[in-house]
């Protein structure tokens, strides 16, 4: 193990000189549970983790641009199910680190959740800093089960870049998964050097080159926002907008190599992809089929002589009633080829159901210019409504306004009939009936 130490000393020392000039906080959160006393290979599980420590410290002592603090949780008494930031950031505590570290005597029971939720008050909060922990543990099948939720309220916080969870001695890991990333060390001699390659890639960032292509594999141009979110916790973690240049060449995004990802590109509907980790010791691709095209609605008909309201269309799966997106009538959207049910919020609705959208073409979709219905109620508050009538079916298409004597209303061309009830009315024979036909661009007046 010694030998590792050393390699592990002069590996850190080379990475760590030709990274950038921003500060690294790395809180350590070390478990002091009774099971921390269960041998090893060598020795018992602290005593191993003791020497491990003891020489990454040494191995970053000399470096200006990291600080190193130290929670503790288990180690006060067999009773006390606690943790204590023993060693808080600062500069040139390497010796006062190391000097608890080795004081440490597991007594307790597993605090994992509390270890963390508390964490968060550890960093300082000035200074620009990229924050991250690591929880070395022997296990966390008896932690608390609030343990998944703890890490997302982590995540959300916007304080900590990234949790590690570095898992040692073969121990049960229900669910530190969701804890952090973890790193299963079953084996006292991948110790340190899967503590070093956390740190190394923490440092790191992986390059990737998202590709949208057509139909016909050509590079799409269209832009659209992308979202990288942690897959873990379902936590955003990257958000841009996907373009090409003038030479039709895709940018490049930087993303942290120890993440997983799921990826979500706002086409209507969206595309997705699951469970995606990048290399930073080769190229990382995303090639995205994306097969879209345009869909309008129109009112087909002569123009009428006043000026038209704009009126809504939803766009939702077909069948499923699912929501894509809302445009309005006259304008164009853009859809992943497909079949949608359109609803043009015309009075009353019009739906048109299974529309295909095709890649690379137009949809076009109309419906009848509607009519103008005039319409002045009886003095008084009345209440009342409007239903189409067809094929000896009624179709309700909108209450009426109580509290106004006039009403304008735009209706979709057909015959309608109105119910009016006023509101001195005690008998359903005071309730008042009128049919009417609305035509298209034309204009209908009652008065009752």
């Known amino acids: 193990m010694r030998r590792l130490f050393i390699v592990m000393l002069l590996m850190l020392t080379g990475i760590v000189q030709a990274q950038p000039t921003e500060k690294t906080r790395l809180l350590l959160i070390v478990d002091c549970s009774h099971t921390m006393w269960d041998h090893w290979q060598s020795n018992a599980k602290i005593k191993v983790t003791q020497q491990v420590l003891l020489s990454f410290l040494d ?5 200006h641009d990291v600080d190193v603090a130290l929670r503790v949780f288990g180690h006060e008494n067999k009773m006390h199910f606690s943790t204590r930031l023993e060693v808080p950031f600062g500069t040139d505590n390497i010796y006062q680190l190391q000097s608890k570290i080795k004081t440490l005597v597991p007594q307790g029971g597993c605090t994992a959740a509390t270890a963390l939720t508390d964490a968060l008050n550890d960093f300082p909060a000035t200074g620009n800093a990229r924050n991250l922990i690591l929880i070395i543990t022997d296990g966390m099948d008896d932690c608390d089960a609030e343990i998944c939720e703890v890490a997302r309220q982590v995540q959300l916080s916007g304080v900590v870049v990234q949790t590690f969870v570095l898992g040692i001695g073969g121990g049960a890991f229900r669910n530190a998964d969701c804890a952090g990333s973890l790193f299963l060390v079953p084996h006292e001699e991948e110790y340190a050097k899967t503590m070093y390659d956390i740190f190394r890639l923490s440092g790191k960032k992986a390059k990737v080159v998202l590709k949208m292509l057509d139909g016909d594999g050509e590079l799409y141009e269209t832009e659209h926002p992308v979202a990288f979110y942690d897959s873990r916790t379902g936590v955003i973690r990257h958000s841009t907008i996907y373009s090409v240049d003038s030479k039709l060449k895709p940018d490049t995004l930087l993303m942290d190599p120890l993440v997983t990802y799921d990826m979500a590109v ?10 995606m980790q990048f290399s930073i010791d080769r190229p990382n691709n995303i ?3 994306v097969s879209e095209g345009t869909l309008k609605v129109q009112y087909s008909g002569q123009r009428p002589q006043w000026q038209q309201t704009a009126v809504d269309v939803i ?7 699912e929501r894509v997106a809302a445009q309005e009538v006259g304008e164009t959207g853009q859809y992943l080829a497909g079949r949608y049910d ?6 009353p609705v019009t739906t048109l159901r299974g529309v295909e959208v095709r890649g690379n073409a137009a949809t076009e979709l109309s419906v009848p210019m509607p009519g103008m219905l005039i319409l002045s109620k009886p003095k008084g508050i ?3 409504a409007i239903f189409r009538l067809r094929d000896g079916q009624v179709e309700f298409a909108t209450d009426l306004n109580p509290s106004t004597a006039g009403e304008r209303l735009l209706l979709q061309p057909g015959q309608y009939e109105l119910v009016l009830h006023p509101q001195t009315a005690t008998k359903y024979d005071k309730v008042q009936t009128k049919r009417f036909v609305i035509e298209s661009s034309q ?4 008065q009752f």
């Open 59 to 63: 191995s970053i002592s000399k470096q």
């Open 266 to 275: 706002f086409t209507h509907p969206p595309l997705r992809r699951e469970a």
């Open 287 to 289: 090639d995205i089929t």
């Open 315 to 321: 766009v939702r799966r077909a069948g499923s009633g």
């Open 342 to 347: 359109v609803e043009v919020q015309t009075l």
């Open 382 to 384: 009345t209440t009342g």
């Open 443 to 446: 204009t209908t007046k009652i």
